[in-house]
């Protein structure tokens, strides 16, 4: 099992390396032609709520629903083809996908019906939807008309809205499709498909910008092609896997009813950061601007890793887990959470060390061109420093609330994401009176720690899984190695002045030189304090 699982873990992580070294391309893109002015402020919130509903209609809460069930109906069609002693591959493969391809085809049309009425739903009120999470804006266009700052943005949200909000559509089946995939054991395709938006935003970036009124309209139909591209991309694949199938409306089906039993709290639970990231992009909009662009810059950042190893390693947990639950292997099951809270910690706590040491260095060689400042660098790195300090926090929630959704279990994390979203409320009221908006930042740490806290506990409770004695001492060798890493990167690196004399090439080289002097330093540390490879391994 740990040999498969790590297959499929550096499948997934490669892919996504491709997909976030290109997300860095496009930020650095609309970094220069933007910088962290109005105009990126408004993109950015036409961005974020499409993105917003992706996480409760595809990624996030209908795929923690989706795949548990799928797993189940897979692992039974399997062992009815393995019981039909059919020896024609064709005919076992016609036998083992049957009730699979049943239940994909009910809940693909039953999704379409409903992600059709939201998306044109979000398209005709795009302007409400401004008015909920752009309110500064709103009460600026009511006070001081449409040719304010703040209603210019206002009226610019809400056109850009009905460009982007179509995403939803494309990625909502998208997302399906990657389940399906991925619950067959085949990660690649899903893994590989944000390429595609990348590179279409990119495009419409550099060249579409002619054809449009603005750079803002040009990358909100970069979202909306992306959107197009990646559905497009997986129907060969479904083809070939022998699943893609007609679509039917199934609302009262055994499966899509199961499914909807499921999906009800997850939507809540497995979206708390996200809820959390559109309160703070509300409050955002009622402070100087720049505000929710260096928010952005700082959380794409963190993304980097968090993409690469949290959700990479998570992708792989689940359909594993479920299969476990489904088959009733307890032992293997904790082992097999135990296994993803061993490598995102391997992964994880260097990327916390030098993403610390080295935030000004990245934001500037990464963004620090055209529109975007020496000052932007500065405000972007505060925001980085109190988000890289619940990195952790962040794909520690990734492992552990598969724990529940593999065991169908939906209603401990929404309980979990209720108190999580209210501490993070209460935080930013707290915070972000006397920090701005690094004070968003900080209640979004505080609040993720606190939610990934009480999903272990949970799971703990429930003699699910714990921490045994030796992950704690393994993960403790990881953290000491850590903090030599960051002790040698900061002696190789420069003042911040230093770097600012520095050109590209020179700034670039000498990254390159304290990157590499870190990870040597790392994975000297951690062999001549004793991790082999053995300690991942997981054991039955």
């Known amino acids: 099992m740990s040999k498969k699982l790590i297959k499929s873990g550096v499948i997934v992580s490669v892919m996504t390396l491709i997909s976030r070294v290109l997300g860095l391309v496009r930020d650095v893109v609309i970094a220069n032609i933007m910088g962290s002015g109005a105009m990126a402020d408004v993109f950015l919130f036409a961005n974020k709520i499409p993105n917003f509903f992706r996480r409760l209609f595809a990624e996030g809460a209908f795929a923690q629903a989706f795949v548990p069930v799928l ?78 700052v703040g209603g210019e943005k206002f009226e610019l949200a809400a056109s850009l809205l009905k460009i982007t909000f179509p995403y939803l559509w494309f990625i909502s089946f998208t997302a399906l499709a990657g389940a399906v995939l991925n619950t067959m054991g085949r990660f690649a395709v899903a893994a590989f498909t944000p390429v595609l938006l990348n590179i279409a935003i990119i495009l419409m970036a550099v060249y579409g910008a002619e054809y449009t009124q603005s750079p803002a309209y040009a990358l909100a139909w970069g979202v909306f092609f992306g959107g197009l591209i990646q559905f497009l991309f997986q129907i060969p694949f479904l083809y070939k896997a022998g699943v893609l199938v007609k679509p ?121 061109r055209g529109e975007f400042s020496q000052n932007d660098v500065l405000q972007v790195s505060m925001a980085l420093f109190a988000y890289l300090s619940g990195l952790l926090s962040f794909m520690f929630i990734k492992i552990l609330a598969p724990g529940y959704y593999a065991r169908q279990d939906t209603k401990t994390p929404v309980k979990i994401g209720i108190k999580a979203m209210v501490a993070n409320m209460a935080f930013n009221l707290m915070l972000a009176p006397f920090f701005g908006y690094v004070g968003l930042a900080m209640a979004t740490t505080m609040s993720a720690t606190l939610n990934a806290w009480l999903l272990y506990r949970g799971l703990k409770q429930a003699g699910v899984y714990h921490l045994s004695k030796s992950t704690k001492i393994f993960i403790g060798k990881l953290v000491l190695s850590a903090l030599v890493m960051a002790s040698v990167v900061y002696q190789l690196s420069n003042d911040f002045d230093v770097w600012l004399a520095m050109n590209f090439a020179e700034q670039v080289l000498q990254l390159i030189m304290c990157i590499g002097g870190g990870c040597l330093s790392y994975f000297i540390m951690i062999v001549l304090l004793g991790v082999r490879l053995s300690d991942f391994k997981v054991k039955k």
């Not at 024609?88 to 039953?110: F, W, Y």
Request: some cysteine; overall charge neutral; glycine content about 10%.
């Open 71 to 148: 797993s189940e109906y897979h692992t039974k069609d399997e062992k009815n083809a393995a019981a039909s002693g059919h020896g024609d591959n064709n005919v076992k493969l016609a036998v083992s996908l049957d009730e699979t391809k049943r239940l994909i085809a009910q809940v693909s049309g039953t999704l379409g019906v409903i992600i059709t009425f939201v998306t044109l739903f979000g398209m005709l009120a795009s302007p409400l939807f401004v008015i909920l999470f752009g309110g500064g804006w709103f009460v600026e266009w009511l006070n001081n008309g449409p040719d304010s």
């Open 248 to 368: 039917c409306w199934s609302w009262r089906s055994k499966g899509v009813t199961k499914i909807r039993k499921l999906i009800v709290p997850a939507l809540f639970g497995v979206s708390v950061t996200q809820i959390n990231l559109l309160l703070d992009t509300l409050i955002a909009s009622f402070l100087i601007t720049g505000s929710i662009s260096w928010l952005y810059y700082a959380d794409r950042l963190l993304e980097f890793p968090l993409g690469l190893f949290g959700i990479g390693i998570a992708t792989v947990i689940l359909p594993s887990l479920a299969k476990l639950h489904s088959t009733n292997s307890p032992t293997e099951f904790r082992a097999t959470l135990d296994w993803g809270i061993k490598v995102i910690s391997l992964f994880g706590w260097p990327a916390l060390a030098g993403l610390m040491v080295l935030a000004q260095p990245i934001i500037m060689v990464l963004f620090m």
